[in-house]
């Protein structure tokens, strides 16, 4: 279809604006803001903001990175099995369970994920009624750092499935034929041919986790423990919230977006070669 | 190793694949194994690959009752039609991978990787070993594939229409190579092709399957020469068909009673003023079209209500002519 | 009957022999227990009475809590969530129709790369450009008001109806419009008497996929709306700092069950294609 004639084009012009604008006012001057602001305090320039998150968050960051780091490594660490092992073996009870945090929304999740896994949660009394784990081991899990993480990868693990399930159907049924025929086991099925051939499709998907797990908001706020070490967006909304700082809270944003910032180019340039 | 099956069924739904097969492949030959499009012969070697298990049925390679056994661990390689070369492995590894799973040593098989690669012929190429598959051309993939089944030196081969993706050109030159590649080796190659001219041009035996069922199996010549049905005499060849019988004194005349059938080249165009030779059949006809084919002439006869085709050395002029066959060169069946 | 007997199953699909069919089994039933587990948790809590540490279930179950749905804030906190979600809705597709046509029928010039725009909200971490939009909101009288929750809302979510909306459009071959055009149909009337209603599907589940986005959105609400507007999330989030876990639970039951529906649908109408934003509700 040719391009349309200059009056035309003024004119879809025109009906994007409406959509455009909202994203302008929504989005585009609120990131500039925030960025303008971070570097602004008493109304003057300053790297003030970034040497108070220096001070008091550095260490969130690392908290941060390494929640979200142990988000990906469980949710692909499952995933993955999990997909080459249903592309393999078909079982469509599986696919379907596995389907349902899809639709649990974020702050559902949370706040099951706090009720399931606080220390007199479900979990625990549940393991308590087996017999099967010492109340110490259910403490640990409570009280310890690994309950963020699980709840993120319970979450993710179903949009990481359908998209490893649709790049590894993707892979033609003649490679794991030849492989088969070679000798090639469940396993090795998964790890030498589905893996490497889907390999773009992981790699994106992995970026889509991490980007999420880093800014994550709603999960730890519905699980936090108040004391401890806090994931970045908690920082940011009591500093924000409670102390009405939004200088230091945009920097703290600033350094989130430099966190996502490589994994969104890379969202972007992935969804653009599609 | 010879290869046998034995009332071998497949039904997907309403439609039967395999029909109560029964074959035997012998040891170190090539059988060919041909027919048209939903005859049966992928599904019957992918049953002998182990990919598809039967309704009913059993296999048996050699002396083992193989019906129930993985892929992997019967003694069949496979060559797949699309070749099915791994794409993020190079040639050596490709071939490496299933030395590598029977835990083969590592200097053996760099060895064997090479001693394959010869065997195709592909050694010659610089650097083979480490290009990806979509650097080589259709014919050199081909190679590799076949490489990747007799490197792990299986008792039986199976060829699933190894040379439908190439070129006209590259097929008979490769097709040749195949055979001799199996007449150095030995092996048993089950080979599938919808090609009844590449099957019959490289096979010790040809095995024509029609709607799940084997129509006939014999040597390329026998079944070329004395075909037992109308499929079978149709299929093979370049043949014509007319709903005709044949008179005491070989005049074909039309019916639908019967079938003759006879091939393009064993057609004599003689002059209609002419009797025709005795032990012969013979039809009147008019020449209404000559085709240039390279190696010679096909003439287009007009006989009746139908057109047969006529090969001949030279060009024929239009006009009447009487088309002469000798006797043996006709397959008469009943119509039912 | 023939002398080999069994059916022999088939190799590819089924798993093969005693163990794998156990393999099997533990796998869902350890999915089972994983999934719903935390879900179950949700119940419990909802129906639970008194509760004591270390029974495994409630010593006293009731509906006590769920009906709560009926009175006060639960209610208007949902019907204030479906009102502004329903808005938001109307107003994603009517200001992504345009762009959605114009890019897909590459129209609009640059269409691709405006495309692109509306997938940066879901690239970036949300909580930092919707709390500077708060401050914003504040400056225009925004905040705390219906207008700006359903602006926030609309951030995030037009990039479902305007990717959902060009992928339909894309698929309504051109020619179709083309004979219209060709026997003296205008543009416009084209549009909506053609283009349009075979669109329709698509709009479904443009709204479908916009509603859900709007009734769970949590973070931009929390800024811009509270503590005048406030939705279910919200709501739910409020009763579960005040230590009211079973309200919160039944809240969080009942925001579920537009998922859950659109599940349902989801395994025989919608296609996989749209199932992939949803990881990013």
């Not at chain 1, 925030?34 to 040497?51: H, K, M, Q, W």
């Not at chain 1, 099925?189 to 893996?195: D, K, R």
């Not at chain 3, 590459?106 to 790369?113: E, H, N, Q, S």
Request: aromatic content about 8%; proline content about 5%.
């Amino acid at each position: 279809m040719s391009a349309a004639r200059p009056v035309e084009q003024v004119l879809w012009w025109l009906a994007a604006i409406p959509a455009t604008m909202v994203i302008i006012v929504g989005f585009g001057l609120p990131l500039v803001q925030s960025l303008v602001a971070s570097f602004t305090r008493d109304g003057v320039l300053t790297l003030a903001n970034y040497e108070l998150v220096y001070r008091l968050y550095r260490q969130d960051v690392v908290y941060t990175v390494m929640v979200a780091a142990a988000g990906l490594v469980l949710t692909f660490g499952i995933g993955i099995p999990l997909s080459g092992y249903l592309r393999l073996r078909h079982s469509q009870t599986a696919e379907f369970l596995l389907k349902v945090p899809l639709f649990v929304p974020f702050v559902v999740v949370g706040h099951a994920m706090r009720i399931f896994l606080a220390p007199r949660g479900t979990l625990p009394s549940l393991l308590h009624a087996l017999g099967l784990v010492s109340p110490d081991t259910t403490l640990a899990i409570s009280e310890g750092w690994i309950g963020l993480p699980i709840a993120l990868a319970w979450k993710h693990l179903a949009l990481v499935v359908l998209l490893l399930m649709g790049a590894f159907r993707g892979v033609g049924e003649e490679y794991l034929e030849a492989a088969r025929g070679f000798g090639a086991g469940t396993f090795r099925q998964i790890w030498a041919v589905l893996v490497p051939m889907a390999a773009p499709s992981i790699g994106l998907a992995a970026v889509l986790s991490l980007t999420s797990m880093l800014a994550s908001f709603s999960i730890p706020l519905m699980m936090t423990k108040g004391s401890g070490p806090q994931m970045l967006m908690i920082d940011l909304y009591h500093r924000y919230g409670l102390h009405g700082d939004f200088g230091t809270a945009s920097a703290i944003g600033v350094v989130s977006y430099l966190l996502a910032a490589g994994a969104a180019y890379y969202y972007l340039k992935g969804v653009m070669r599609q | 190793m010879h290869v046998r099956v034995e009332d071998l069924t497949k039904r997907y739904g309403q439609v039967t694949a395999l029909d109560g097969v029964s074959q035997t492949f012998p040891s170190g030959a090539l059988t060919a194994v041909v027919g048209p499009s939903g005859c049966g012969k992928t599904t019957l070697l992918r049953c002998l690959a182990g990919f598809v298990a039967p309704d009913r049925g059993r296999l048996w390679m050699g002396d083992r009752d193989v019906t129930h056994t993985q892929p992997q661990s019967r003694d069949a390689a496979m060559v797949f039609q699309s070749y099915a070369l791994w794409p993020h492995m190079t040639v050596f590894e490709n071939l490496a991978f299933a030395l590598r799973l029977r835990k083969v040593s590592r200097g053996d098989v760099g060895r064997r990787v090479r001693e394959a690669l010869d065997l195709v012929e592909l050694d010659r190429v610089p650097g083979i070993e480490d290009r990806r598959p979509r650097q080589l051309s259709g014919g050199q993939q081909q190679r590799v594939a076949l490489a990747r089944a007799i490197v792990v030196r299986p008792q039986v081969l199976l060829l699933d229409e190894p040379l439908s993706n190439l070129d006209a050109k590259i097929r008979h030159r490769v097709r040749v190579e195949i055979r001799a590649l199996q007449r150095r080796t030995g092996i048993t190659a089950i080979y599938v092709t919808h090609d009844q001219e590449e099957a019959m041009s490289i096979a010790d035996m040809v095995v024509v399957m029609e709607g799940g069922r084997v129509a006939q199996a014999g040597r390329p010549e026998e079944v070329y020469a004395r075909p037992k049905s109308p499929f079978v005499a149709e299929f093979l060849g370049s043949t014509n068909v007319l709903a005709a019988v044949m008179d005491p004194d070989g005049r074909i005349l039309p019916s639908a009673a019967g079938s003759l059938i006879f091939r393009a080249e064993d057609i004599q165009l003689a002059s209609p003023r002419e009797p025709a030779p005795a032990g012969s059949a013979w039809v009147d006809g008019e020449i209404v079209d000559v085709l240039f084919l390279g190696a010679g002439y096909r003439a287009y006869v007009r006989v009746g209500e139908e057109v047969i085709m006529a090969d001949n050395r030279t060009p024929m002029p239009r006009g009447a002519v009487r088309a002469v066959i000798r006797l043996e060169k006709v397959f008469a069946f009943g119509r039912d | 009957m023939n002398a080999t007997g069994l059916r022999a199953p088939n190799l590819r699909d089924r798993p093969r022999g005693l163990l794998a069919l156990a393999l099997r089994a533990a796998l869902v039933a350890v999915l089972l227990g994983a999934i719903v587990g935390p879900l179950a948790g949700l119940v419990l809590w909802s129906v639970a009475e008194r509760w004591h540490w270390p029974a495994l279930l409630p010593q006293q179950v009731g509906l006590k809590y769920w009906a709560r749905i009926t009175q006060g804030d639960l209610l208007a906190a949902l019907t204030r969530g479906v009102a502004i979600a329903s808005v938001t809705t109307v107003a994603a597709l009517v200001t992504a129709i345009p762009v959605s046509y114009g890019a897909a029928r590459a129209r609009l010039p640059l269409g691709p790369v405006l495309l692109m725009l509306f997938l940066l909200p879901q690239a970036f971490p949300q909580l930092p450009v919707f709390a500077s939009a708060a401050v914003l909101f504040y400056r225009w009288n925004l905040a705390g008001t219906y207008a700006g929750v359903v602006l926030i809302h609309l951030v995030g979510g037009l990039v479902y109806a305007v990717w959902t909306m060009t992928a339909v459009f894309r698929a309504i071959g051109e020619d179709i419009e083309e004979a219209a055009i060709n026997l003296g149909a205008s543009v416009t009337r084209t549009f909506f008497r053609i283009s349009l209603p075979l669109a329709l599907p698509g709009v479904v589940a443009s709204s479908i996929l916009v509603f859900i986005y709007s009734l769970d959105e949590f973070t931009g609400t929390l800024l811009v709306g509270a503590p005048y507007v406030t939705t279910l999330p919200v709501y739910m989030y409020t009763a579960s700092l005040g230590y009211e876990l079973q309200i919160a639970s039944v809240t969080a039951l009942v925001l579920m069950v537009p998922g859950v529906l659109l599940l349902v649908l989801m395994e025989r109408f919608l296609r996989a294609e749209y199932l992939a934003f949803f990881g990013r509700l």
